[in-house]
């Protein structure tokens, strides 16, 4: 079993923990004998391969075809995120490999029906936005300001608010693009400031997040909603890169282990993956850890239902437990493209009291999964 992690660059902070998830998964899958495969009759230990690609595209499509035709590997698992992922996707497709997908959500990968791909552990990032469309055109918010990464994970994400808000009614007020690289958003937030809005959406990677809101703060501006993409999933790094008052009222996607699934039928519910976590790893336990953990449990029981290691057969053994399997991440649903469909992302705010983690992130949308109510504006 082979992937990839960024050791150092703008994704380490995601791909470690993504990564430990993993190892997490295996070393208590191999304690047990390891995975069973269905067309074996028997349990195999897992073995896994990684490099480390550096954050950097061009080294992932090296060493994503390394694992392929040197390692031999018999799955194939991606690093974290779109921007990491897409080598992969054509590198696996190439030479009819199978890529569990674990957090490459960018829209563009989904386009056509690819036996190849199967996303694990999140929705398409294309649907990402649903809930939170929802949760602004019921508060009839109007003056709606958009800037996003030009990548496809926060394009996808972009272009759903935007045609959901103008099915509403909504047009955007402010609508740009910048690079994933940017680092400096004061004059993005003067621009924004300019045309009054009553919800800002920045809709980056970790390290943008952390700009941006460091930038507000910096230019004494706060606005009637602020949401940003990354601290629901990386908590204790915003808190110590932002600080608990840039953080205060802001809105963000609603994940595990802020968002903890009720109904779990394969693998451990989220209180005994923390517990058995905490005492295996050093890693946090963060949505990224989730995801690594996830991934394994759904290859896990794909072999389970696969009846030979080919790579066909795997494919097989994932539709034959698509929309049954229930994790702590949530219901594992894919399409013929490879799209995971299982679940929406609600909304989330960072509401006070807040305790010593720096951050109190409750559900606020939609109302059924809602764990407290939003406070709009912000105050």
């Known amino acids: 079993m082979g992937t990839l992690y960024a050791g150092s660059g703008a994704f380490a902070s995601s791909s470690l923990p993504q990564l430990a998830g993993l190892k997490f998964w295996a070393s208590q899958v191999n304690q047990s004998g390891g995975v069973f495969v269905k067309g074996l009759g028997k349990k195999l230990k897992v073995k896994l391969v990684t490099y480390n690609d550096q954050s950097d595209p061009t080294t992932a499509a090296t060493l994503y075809n390394q694992l392929i035709t040197q390692d031999h590997v018999n799955v194939l698992t991606a690093d974290f995120g779109s921007v990491l992922t897409a080598p992969a996707i054509t590198i696996a497709q190439e030479n009819h490999q199978l890529l569990f997908d674990e957090t490459g959500t960018g829209a563009s990968f989904f386009q056509s029906p690819n ?65 994933t690289t940017t680092t400096d958003y004061a004059s993005t937030i003067q621009s924004i400031k300019a045309t009054n809005p009553g919800a800002v959406l920045e809709l980056g990677y970790a390290n943008n997040d952390i700009a941006f809101l460091n930038d507000l703060q910096a230019a004494g501006v706060k606005f009637p909603m602020t949401m940003t993409v990354f601290p629901t999933q990386l908590p204790a790094l915003l808190v110590k890169d932002v600080g608990a008052k840039g953080l205060q009222y802001t809105y963000s996607y609603g994940v595990p282990p802020i968002l903890q699934r009720k109904t779990v039928n394969f693998g451990l519910t989220f209180g005994q993956f923390a517990q058995a976590f905490n005492g295996n790893s050093t890693a946090p336990i963060n949505f990224p850890s989730v995801a690594g953990y996830t991934t394994g449990l759904v290859i896990q029981d794909a072999l389970a239902h696969a009846t030979s290691l080919s790579q066909s057969a795997i494919r097989a053994g994932v539709s034959a437990i698509s929309g049954s399997l229930k994790t702590l991440d949530g219901n594992f649903q894919v399409n013929s493209s490879g799209a995971q469909l299982g679940e929406l992302l609600p909304l989330a705010q960072d509401l006070p009291p807040i305790g010593a983690s720096g951050s109190n992130f409750q559900i606020v949308y939609p109302a059924a999964q809602a764990t407290a109510s939003a406070v709009y504006p912000a105050p």
């Open 115 to 179: 036996p190849d791909l199967v996303l694990t552990a999140l929705p398409t990032s294309a649907i990402w936005p649903t809930p939170l469309v929802e949760f602004l055109l019921a508060k009839h918010i109007k003056n709606i300001a958009v800037v996003y990464c030009a990548n496809d994970f926060d394009q996808s994400q972009a272009n759903t608010v935007q045609s959901l808000l103008k099915a509403g009614g909504v047009t955007p007020v402010y609508f740009q693009a910048v690079p």
